[in-house]
């Protein structure tokens, strides 16, 4: 094996290494050697054949193997030899195979940064409880009040107001479309929401002071939700079969039975602790934002250049895709693309540095998570998509590695939880002002980002 450096630096190596024609040659030997005993040729007695004539008949079955075996092999050897420590598994590019020539492989080594973890008894963090005084516990009640909806279905023949229901029927021309967009009977649209699966809809339906009984066509630009330019004045038919107006919305006996309640007390603190409950997972986000900041301005150290390219690519490609479809962040609509690589490297950088330092501090703690704790974040996670649960259920059973989507976070919190339980922790009560004021000055976007 010839080996040659090709690119080196403190975390990133990159080597070419020519492997003999002979070396391959011998494990597909090996190999063939292997096989020998159940093949039968015509001619020969099972197993009998010799070896040139199987190894003619067989040699092109075996030889992707054996390569990726040679190729292992001589990868191996090199790691070991040169003693790397590496942060992943390297990258392999092969140039094509021909009989009878050496191969070549391109080899390309991401190693660990060396990191040297400090007492995290020496960090200053705040934790955060929320306080909800009797205002704010009165408001969350008459936001729910007012946010019910009761309607009735209007016998005159008036238009359509914007705070009205309309069932619709309606069809499209086109074939190519997805089921649910085909067609659908007795279709309800909340005009005093925003647009469903037809955008601007509710709008032109209001424009157009529609009545029950009209019929109207529509060109409806489904090109963004479709992914798909083709689809930018997609035609719809549209029959009106019902206007329902909004009416007061009561609560009644009848309501709090339906919904599990046996008296408006209860309503009252399913609905504190609920709001609550929302308080503390936002609590728990700016934790992780604080805490993440401390330890990006707390650790200096090396960070791999492919592992930071590959981020700031996925980052990047992801960008790209927003500009096609009109969805960029406003303020990232303000900057040219120079300046946007800028951000977005500096916000790579962060990510990959955290992480790194994520994975050490899990390590150096011997943090894991159980199987147990692996089934009940794929519920949680479940439950995002309802309807799907069996479909998510058997991806992972038939993916087992795409299981890192679950684990990871799992270790993250694990490891954020190790780190505040050594720190010095500093208690701070907040209202709902409070919290808001936090929350915007926690995730602004002209910050950093994690």
Same mark, same amino acid.
């Given at each position: 094996?010839?080996?040659?450096?090709? @690119?080196?630096?403190?975390?990133?190596?990159?080597?070419?290494?020519?492997?003999?024609?002979?070396?391959?040659?011998?494990?597909? !030997?090996? +190999?063939?050697?292997?096989?020998?005993?159940?093949?039968?040729?015509?001619?020969?007695?099972?197993?009998?054949?010799?070896?040139?004539?199987?190894?003619?008949? %067989?040699?092109?079955?075996?030889?992707?193997?054996?390569?990726?075996?040679?190729?292992?092999?001589?990868?191996?050897?090199?790691?070991?030899? @040169?003693?790397?420590?590496? $942060?992943?598994?390297?990258?392999?590019? /092969?140039?094509?195979?021909?009989?009878?020539?050496?191969?070549?492989?391109?080899?390309?080594?991401?190693?660990?940064?060396?990191?040297?973890?400090?007492?995290?008894?020496?960090?200053?963090?705040?934790? %955060?409880?929320?306080?909800?005084?009797?205002?704010?516990?009165?408001?969350? *009640?008459?936001? =729910?009040?007012?946010?019910?909806?009761?309607?009735?279905?209007?016998?005159?023949?008036?238009?359509?107001?914007?705070?009205?229901?309309?069932?619709?029927?309606?069809?499209?021309?086109?074939? !190519?479309?997805?089921?649910?967009?085909?067609?659908?009977?007795?279709?309800?649209?909340?005009?005093? *929401?925003?647009?469903?699966? /037809?955008?601007?809809?509710?709008?032109?339906?209001?424009?157009? +002071?529609?009545?029950?009984?009209?019929?109207?066509?529509?060109?409806?630009?489904l090109s963004k939700i479709l992914k798909d330019d083709k689809f930018?004045?997609?035609?719809?038919? =549209?029959?009106?079969?019902?206007?329902?107006?909004?009416?007061?919305?009561?609560?009644?006996?009848? $309501?709090? !039975?339906?919904?599990?309640?046996?008296?408006?007390?209860?309503?009252?603190?399913?609905?504190?602790?609920?709001?609550?409950?929302? %308080?503390?997972?936002?609590?728990?986000?700016?934790?992780?934002?604080?805490?993440?900041?401390?330890?990006?301005?707390?650790?200096? *150290?090396?960070?791999?250049?492919?592992?930071?390219?590959?981020?700031?690519?996925?980052?990047?490609?992801?960008?790209?895709?927003?500009?096609?479809?009109?969805?960029?962040?406003?303020?990232?609509? /303000?900057?040219? !693309?120079?300046d946007l690589k800028k951000r977005y490297k500096k916000i790579s950088?962060?990510?990959?540095?955290?992480?790194?330092?994520?994975?050490?501090?899990?390590?150096?703690?011997?943090?894991?998570?159980?199987?147990?704790?692996?089934?009940?974040?794929?519920?949680?996670?479940?439950?995002?998509y309802p309807g799907q649960e069996k479909q998510i259920m058997e %991806?992972?059973?038939?993916?087992?590695?795409?299981?890192?989507?679950?684990?990871?976070?799992?270790?993250?919190?694990?490891?954020?939880?190790?780190?505040?339980?050594?720190?010095?922790?500093?208690?701070?009560?907040?209202?709902?002002?409070?919290?808001?004021?936090?929350?915007?000055?926690?995730?602004?976007?002209?910050?950093?980002?994690?």
């Open positions: 094996m010839n080996t040659k450096e090709l @690119k080196s630096t403190k975390l990133y190596k990159e080597y070419s290494l020519e492997i003999p024609y002979e070396e391959i040659d011998i494990e597909v !030997d090996n +190999k063939i050697n292997q096989i020998l005993p159940t093949v039968n040729i015509p001619g020969f007695r099972k197993g009998k054949a010799p070896l040139n004539i199987v190894k003619k008949k %067989y040699e092109d079955n075996v030889l992707n193997e054996v390569i990726q075996k040679v190729i292992d092999t001589n990868t191996k050897k090199l790691i070991d030899e @040169k003693k790397f420590s590496l $942060f992943r598994a390297p990258k392999v590019e /092969l140039s094509n195979y021909e009989k009878n020539k050496p191969i070549t492989i391109n080899l390309k080594f991401d190693l660990k940064p060396e990191i040297k973890l400090k007492d995290f008894k020496d960090l200053k963090i705040n934790k %955060y409880e929320i306080e909800l005084g009797k205002k704010a516990e009165e408001n969350q *009640f008459k936001s =729910f009040i007012d946010s019910q909806k009761n309607f009735k279905k209007i016998e005159s023949s008036r238009q359509v107001k914007n705070s009205d229901k309309v069932i619709v029927n309606f069809e499209s021309d086109q074939q !190519d479309l997805p089921e649910y967009l085909k067609s659908q009977k007795n279709f309800p649209i909340d005009l005093g *929401f925003d647009d469903g699966i /037809l955008p601007g809809l509710n709008k032109e339906l209001i424009e157009r +002071k529609v009545k029950a009984g009209d019929k109207i066509e529509l060109k409806i630009n930018k004045k997609t035609t719809f038919h =549209f029959e009106i079969i019902s206007i329902e107006e909004k009416i007061k919305f009561e609560l009644t006996k009848e $309501f709090l !039975d339906k919904n599990g309640f046996k008296t408006e007390k209860d309503l009252k603190d399913f609905l504190v602790s609920n709001i609550k409950t929302q %308080y503390e997972q936002g609590i728990k986000q700016i934790e992780k934002k604080e805490l993440m900041d401390l330890l990006d301005n707390n650790y200096k *150290f090396e960070l791999p250049d492919g592992v930071l390219e590959d981020d700031f690519n996925q980052i990047w490609n992801r960008l790209e895709q927003a500009k096609k479809e009109g969805s960029l962040d406003e303020d990232d609509k /303000l900057l040219k !693309d120079d950088e962060r990510r990959v540095k955290l992480g790194l330092l994520m994975q050490h501090i899990a390590s150096e703690e011997k943090v894991v998570v159980s199987e147990e704790e692996i089934n009940k974040g794929i519920l949680e996670y479940t439950r995002q %991806y992972f059973e038939k993916n087992p590695s795409s299981l890192d989507t679950i684990r990871a976070p799992l270790i993250e919190q694990k490891v954020i939880d190790s780190i505040i339980s050594k720190s010095k922790t500093n208690v701070i009560k907040l209202n709902e002002d409070e919290y808001k004021k936090l929350e915007v000055k926690t995730f602004d976007i002209k910050d950093t980002k994690k």
